[in-house]
């Protein structure tokens, strides 16, 4: 499957000030993964993406305060809200295992044992502390599956074995 290049990152929740400033809900695993970023992009009509290089970043609770050069006044900020940011997926560092919630979406589930296919990673919800897969059922349908060692067994991102290996409990499918 296709990586995408540009991953979306955040949206611009508001304006910051009198100079530019946006203050971005971040989608990232952390707000401070967002406000690394030195560079930003925004996704035109016609499907480019944009650069935009961050001035300055900083975590404000929840949400990261963000100052591009090529704004510098509250008007020039105020059309930019509702805008959704990608970040270039090599601007993002990763630990060792990380994977990128794009890279598996659509990714077969498969049982680890049997090779037997329940569906396709359809979303990651993260309500709480752990994130949840949700599986399009071949049999119709949906089911989740909590993302812990126990029922998620690989990820294979690349490659002929691409995809998510787990052993699920009687009744998972339900």
Not at 26 to 38: R, V, Y
Not at 46 to 51: K, L, N, T
């Amino acid at each position: 499957m296709a990586k995408q290049q540009y991953l979306e990152c955040g949206m611009a929740a508001s304006t910051h000030g009198v100079r530019g400033t946006l203050r971005l809900e971040s989608w990232c695993d952390t707000p401070a993964t967002l406000a690394a970023l030195k560079t930003l992009y925004r996704k035109t009509s016609d499907g480019a993406f944009v650069p935009m290089k961050v001035r300055a970043a900083s975590v404000q609770k929840n949400m990261v305060l963000v100052s591009f050069e090529e704004l510098s006044t509250l008007e020039e900020a105020i059309p930019f809200k509702g805008t959704v940011f990608y970040a270039d997926r090599n601007d993002i560092r990763k630990k060792r295992g990380d994977v990128f919630v794009a890279d598996l979406i659509g990714l077969n589930v498969t049982d680890a044992e049997s090779g037997e296919v329940y569906g396709t990673l359809s979303e990651v919800i993260s309500p709480g502390g752990r994130d949840i897969y949700v599986v399009d059922d071949v049999r119709g349908g949906q089911f989740m599956i909590p993302v812990v060692a126990e029922f998620v067994r690989e990820i294979v991102t690349e490659g002929e074995r691409e995809g998510i290996y787990v052993s699920l409990i009687e009744g998972m499918r339900e």
